[in-house]
């Protein structure tokens, strides 16, 4: 059987497990879904790079405002049972985030390339002033 632990104990063991997760998974898996969705979405190596410049930051900066509050309070205080029902309701809210900038992201190429294509349609002449 395992010693209890004080709460310093875990706050610390917390802060470590934190602190591996934020700058080890988190950038990586950042990168994965940016590039993934770009990936699924059908975007050429152009289209990738753009997507990154445009949300990896963002996403990144959203993730760690959110995660390593709910992660210190799920290694902190949540009892063991709970911990994967408290990270999946997290998890429920952070992966609508990303649904809503995966979506804003596609709104805004799509209205590029209309605005695109209304700059190359205005420049051509119709017949009769070509005469």
């Known amino acids: 059987m395992q010693p209890l632990q004080t709460m310093s104990e875990r706050l610390v063991m917390a802060l470590k497990r934190v602190a591996v997760d934020q700058t080890v998974f988190a950038p990586f898996a ?12 059908g975007l050429d190596t152009a289209g990738l790079v753009q997507r990154a410049k445009t949300q990896y930051m963002d996403i990144l900066t959203a993730g760690y405002a959110l995660w390593p509050a ?17 990270g999946s309701t997290v998890s429920l809210f952070w992966n609508t985030y990303l649904g809503w900038k995966n979506c804003q992201a596609k709104r805004i190429e799509s209205a590029q390339i209309a605005m695109s ?10 017949l009769e002033s070509r005469v």
């Open 117 to 126: 294509y209304d700059t190359v349609i205005s420049d051509v002449k119709p």
């Open 30 to 41: 950042t990168g994965v879904f940016v590039f993934g969705m770009g990936a699924l979405e």
């Open 70 to 86: 709910a992660q210190l309070i799920n290694f902190s205080f949540v009892p063991l049972v709970y911990r994967v029902p408290f």
